[in-house]
T-cell receptor
Framework: KNEVEQSPQNLTAQEGEFITINCSYS?????LHWLQQHPGGGIVSLFM???GKKKHGRLIATINIQEKHSSLHITASHPRDSAVYIC?????????????FGPGTSLSVIP | DAGITQSPRHKVTETGTPVTLRCHQT?????MYWYRQDPGHGLRLIHY???????DKGEVSDGYSVSRSKTEDFLLTLESATSSQTSVYFC????????????FGQGTRLTVV
């Protein structure tokens, strides 16, 4: 069993739909990092959170430390949101070397 | 966007040849990392650096070496490339501090034929 799992693995949505991507982890962490990767592109940092909720535009990330679970929500989805979303469990407090990456969720938003 | 530049962006090389990938940052961040990304695997850490001339191995370091002679540059070298090293390589940087995030470069697609 992987230490960091994501669901669903693949997701297709119609433009405008509300989307949820889930991340669960089995290790103790200091923070959870959500990343976005467009096809053929680089990796962009979305959120780093250690408790509660963060919001940026149409994106919302939540984390429940007790349940070892985090969710990434996209409201009013748009085709430009099509990308792979990766969660990363950060085990160390300072440097980024003790990080376990999830396998990613591939999102396709259809017009 | 964080100032990270990877070069080259694409490279095709032959088995057995040496290859060096460069990561350059303009953020003066202390930590730098090299990852590889392969289908079916999450990002995996190859090597990282916590300062000039201070480096350490990650989970998939065999066949790779690194050097950091300046804060801004972190080099990844494949001494003798093999087909199993065909991958997309990402450099990342992060500042010190509690729960700071990492910022990634655009990636280098390396094909070993």
């Amino acid at each position: 069993k992987n230490e960091v799992e994501q669901s669903p693995q693949n997701l297709t949505a119609q433009e405008g739909e509300f989307i949820t991507i889930n991340c669960s982890y089995s290790v103790g962490i200091s923070a959870l990092h959500w990343l976005q990767q467009h096809p053929g592109g680089g990796i962009v940092s979305l959120f780093m959170l250690s408790s509660g909720k963060k919001k940026h535009g149409r994106l919302i990330a939540t984390i429940n430390i007790q349940e070892k679970h985090s969710s990434l929500h996209i409201t009013a989805s748009h085709p430009r949101d099509s990308a792979v979303y990766i969660c990363a469990a950060k085990k160390g407090d300072t440097s980024y070397d003790k990080v376990i990456f999830g396998p990613g969720t591939s999102l396709s938003v259809i017009p | 966007d964080a100032g990270i530049t990877q070069s080259p962006r694409h490279k095709v090389t032959e088995t057995g040849t040496p290859v060096t990938l460069r990561c350059h940052q303009t953020e003066n961040h202390r930590y730098m990392y090299w990852y590889r990304q392969d289908p079916g695997h999450g990002l995996r850490l190859i090597h990282y650096s916590y300062g000039v001339k201070d480096t350490d191995k990650g989970e998939v370091s065999d066949g790779y070496s690194v050097s950091r002679s300046k804060t801004e540059d972190f080099l990844l070298t494949l001494e003798s490339a093999t087909s199993s090293q065909t991958s997309v390589y990402f450099c990342a940087i992060s500042p010190p501090g509690l729960n700071t995030e990492a910022f990634f470069g655009q990636g280098t697609r390396l094909t070993v034929v």
